[in-house]
């Protein structure tokens, strides 16, 4: 078996569910906050590796349109961390050539959060590096419920009629228009669950689940989810 990320089939596009923050927290008796804080530094170092190893777009679900449930005091928290984490993308993104683009419905998020988004965006449109995509109020339902709405209106505007909707036309009012599915998904902490995550996109993409907390995910747990891509056969459907 390889151990070299060199001698592997690197995957185009890896999406990850983060986590176990608070579980990690947990463990050392800090507040979940506290393992917030370590899984944000665990994505910058994330996409630096990914980067490295030739990874050309990474997905990771950073709060889905379910995690408005939780506490408020965690939600204020997991939004200053987005804020502080937009601020420093313009770095982040340079370091890594790093192109970041924000999926998920903004409108609910506040103006300001909105803005340096839409700022990051603009800003990082030109780096030909990593395709950096972050889900922000982000849930799969959610997701193709307004691409259906959006196919809706155009219908009602006479701009396309019912009967050529086609897998494109709903895969272009996706949020991921024009990014390539995932190959591989990664989810940490020993759930075996999609929660909502990219329901259309993930038909055809490997999954890999490991028991590491988030803020534990380093080079050598992305080493081994690479490996364990390696072995494996897509069929599509086919037979080879
Ligand atoms: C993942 O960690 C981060 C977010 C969902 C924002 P969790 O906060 O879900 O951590 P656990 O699952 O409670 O350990
Ligand atoms: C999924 O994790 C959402 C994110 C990682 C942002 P959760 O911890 O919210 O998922 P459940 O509640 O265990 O399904
Ligand atoms: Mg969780």
Not at 26 to 42: D, I, S, V
Not at 94 to 100: A, D, E, L, R
Not at 148 to 170: C, F, H, M, Q
């Amino acid at each position: 078996m390889a151990e070299k990320l060199t001698d592997l089939v690197i995957p185009q596009h890896i999406a990850i569910i983060m986590d176990g923050n608070g579980r990690w927290a947990k463990k050392r008796g800090l507040p979940r906050t506290a393992g917030h804080r370590a899984g944000a530094k665990a994505v910058e170092k994330i996409c630096e590796e990914a980067y490295n190893a030739g990874v050309k777009y990474l997905t990771i679900y950073a709060f889905s349109t379910e995690n408005w449930s939780r506490p408020a005091e965690e939600v204020n928290m997991l939004m200053n961390l987005l804020r502080d984490y937009l601020s420093d993308s313009l770095t982040n993104a340079k370091k890594n050539n790093m192109k970041i683009r924000v999926i998920g419905d903004r409108n609910a998020l506040s103006p300001d959060i909105r803005d340096r988004i839409i700022e990051t965006e603009e800003a990082s449109k030109d780096y030909t590096g990593l395709n950096f995509q972050i889900a922000i109020n982000y849930g799969g339902q959610d997701e193709i419920l307004r691409a259906v709405k959006k196919i809706g209106e155009r219908v009602k505007a006479g701009d396309i009629l019912p009967e050529d909707i086609s897998v494109k036309t709903i895969e272009d009012s996706l949020d991921t228009a024009g990014i390539p599915a995932p190959d591989l998904l990664i989810r940490t902490s020993g759930e075996q669950r999609l929660s909502n995550f990219l329901l259309w996109q993930l038909s055809y993409t490997e999954f890999y689940f490991c028991d590491t907390l988030w803020p534990d995910f380093g080079k050598k747990q992305l080493l081994e989810a690479i490996k364990y891509y390696n072995t494996r056969d897509r069929r599509y459907g086919g037979v080879k």
